[in-house]
T-cell receptor, first 116, second 117 residues
Framework: AQKITQTQPGMFVQEKEAVTLDCTYD???????LFWYKQPSSGEMIFLIY??????QNATEGRYSLNFQKARKSANLVISASQLGDSAMYFC?????????????FGKGTRLSVIA | GAVVSQHPSRVICKSGTSVKIECRSL??????MFWYRQFPKKSLMLMAT?????????EQGVEKDKFLINHASLTLSTLTVTSAHPEDSSFYIC?????????????FGEGSWLTVV
């Protein structure tokens, strides 16, 4: 079984500042993938970044970076230079990679509010 | 990039009627699609795994006779909410994994807001 824990229901950040959204996970799968999605009020799920469990380097995508600490089972999302448009719900998710049919398991999400 | 299209984006139906939601992978084949339900201010809850050419696998507590899933082709899965009731009102969203992809990217549809009156 897999479990994702996001302990921050809500976060505030000043525009142009960096913010870290926490995510810890638990799994018995030897190979797994970690994902972050952004969900604005419209409801769509926007893929942000992916980290494979065997990737040696932390993933980065533009202003998004994933701070992957395998021993601690954490996969925190760092957003640099926050923008007003970053205000949304953010979900951490994971799936095992040993089977093609495993779905994503989601955390409860963190609502990020960027303040001007 | 790969795109998953979901239709309709919003639907209002009368209690007792059925509603069909379509999930299409536009430029890739998806042998597996997933259907999620999301209540307000909550996370996504997996309802079922839709497998092309075979029966869907439902999560515990999800009524298979109420939420009919059909995955008739490699690019289309449908979710039919039968005899809808107001408590079925929710946000439904599908996702798909590209067949040739190792699993690094899961694409989501735009979601469907269902309101049963």
């Amino acid at each position: 079984a897999q479990k994702i824990t996001q302990t921050q229901p809500g976060m505030f950040v000043q525009e142009k500042e960096a913010v870290t959204l926490d995510c810890t996970y638990d799994t018995s799968d030897p190979s797994y993938g970690l994902f972050w999605y952004k969900q604005p009020s419209s409801g769509e799920m926007i893929f942000l970044i992916y980290q494979g469990s065997y990737d040696q380097q932390n993933a980065t995508e533009g202003r998004y970076s994933l701070n992957f600490q395998k021993a601690r089972k954490s996969a925190n999302l760092v957003i640099s230079a926050s923008q007003l448009g970053d205000s949304a719900m953010y979900f951490c998710a994971m799936r095992g990679l040993n089977s093609g049919n495993t779905p994503l398991v989601f955390g409860k999400g963190t609502r990020l509010s960027v303040i001007a | 990039g790969a795109v998953v299209s979901q239709h309709p984006s919003r639907v209002i139906c009368k209690s007792g009627t059925s509603v069909k939601i379509e999930c299409r992978s536009l430029d890739f084949q998806a042998t597996t699609m997933f259907w999620y339900r999301q209540f307000p201010k909550k996370s996504l809850m997996l309802m079922a795994t839709s497998n092309e050419g075979s029966k869907a696998t439902y999560e515990q507590g999800v009524e298979k006779d109420k939420f009919l899933i059909n995955h008739a082709s490699l690019t289309l899965s449908t979710l039919t909410v039968t005899s809808a009731h107001p408590e079925d009102s929710s946000f439904y969203i599908c996702s798909a994994r590209e067949v040739r992809n190792s699993g690094n990217t899961i694409y989501f549809g735009e979601g469907s807001w269902l309101t049963v009156v």
